[in-house]
């Protein structure tokens, strides 16, 4: 399988994607706060979660991103991995933070609330919110173990699905494609010489500093595949050359009537089509590129769909 391989941890990078809407930073007093009144307040905070995840799904889903049927299920699959011990919490903290408070925080901080708020709302200390082993990055990591990313190349299986789903999509013209490959600018702050070794690289050419993820969708603008090793000023080709899954195509991993599609910036091989350049190119050249491209947009939905809930 080709997974999702990051080479700074997970946490570094949504840091640097949040800070971007921070253009200074400030010096916050931390004041802890008396360990019953945090317990206290974050029963009300529970108490009005529970009615509106009961009464108002449409609010629960603009909130948290997700119906209430899917978070409790997403509850049930993290609670293992998320479960500590009672008798430690409740000295330190007053009480045991459960599972559902830990998601419910973190999905309300990547949809972009302030951490400020969030811990004043759910009685949170802003130490544990940020520790390793506090709410945010265990609640992050245990999702990111849960949803395994990766386009398994041997499950011939996997691969007709996703072929079938293209083959209904282009009225049966792109018979064997498997994913829509594309890039996308994440934008983040200006890094530092402290943090990266060339900061100027991750200047995008459109403008502002960010990552460039390469990622690809099937038909349905679900992510199968995903990569973010790059800075913002990396050409999607040389990306593309530089990933796992070209580099298992490229190995003959991928079965041979199988195929992925991208745009022109990419090069085209017997396993990764991209259109015809230039104009006036004849019928069957500019049939090709028109099914092409209405089978590519998968992908951009995909972003569209992912930037818009996110």
């Excluded at 708020?117 to 919110?129: E, K, P, Q, T």
Aim: charged share 25%; net charge positive; glycine share 8%.
């Amino acid at each position: 399988m080709i997974h999702l391989n990051l080479p700074l941890p997970l946490k570094d990078l949504i840091t640097a994607v949040r800070s971007v809407k921070r253009r200074t930073l400030r010096k916050v007093v931390r004041r802890r706060m008396p360990r019953h009144y945090r317990v206290k307040q974050r029963g009300y905070a529970v108490r009005e979660f529970d009615r509106i995840f009961n009464d108002e799904p449409a609010l629960f889903k603009r909130m948290f991103r997700m119906s209430p049927s899917a978070f409790a299920e997403l509850v049930d699959n993290l609670d293992l991995k998320l479960a500590r011990n009672e008798v430690k919490a409740a000295a330190s903290s007053g009480g045991a933070i459960s599972t559902q408070v830990r998601l419910a925080v973190t999905l309300r901080w990547l949809a972009g609330a302030s951490y400020l708020d969030l811990c004043f709302a759910w009685g949170i200390s802003m130490s544990v919110f940020f520790s390793s082993r506090g709410v945010l990055w265990p609640t992050i990591e245990a999702i990111e173990e849960h949803f395994t990313l990766g386009l398994d190349l041997e499950n011939e299986e996997q691969l007709n699905d996703l072929s079938a789903g293209f083959r209904r999509h282009s009225n049966g013209v792109m018979t064997n494609c498997v994913a829509a490959i594309d890039g996308l600018i994440v934008k983040t702050r200006a890094p530092t010489a402290d943090e990266v070794s060339a900061p100027k690289h991750y200047r995008s050419r459109k403008g502002g500093f960010g990552v460039l993820v390469l990622a690809g969708c099937d038909v349905d603008g679900r992510f199968v595949f995903a990569c973010p090793n790059f800075t913002g000023s990396t050409h999607d080709s040389i990306a593309w050359n530089l990933t796992a899954l070209s580099d298992a195509i490229d190995n003959g991993r991928l079965p041979p009537q199988f195929y992925l599609i991208g745009d022109e910036a990419f090069s085209n091989t017997d396993q990764m089509l991209s259109p015809w350049p230039g104009r006036g190119l004849g019928r069957w050249k500019d049939s090709f590129n028109y099914w092409l491209s209405h089978s590519r947009q998968c992908v951009e939905r995909g972003f569209g769909m992912l930037v818009m809930r996110w």
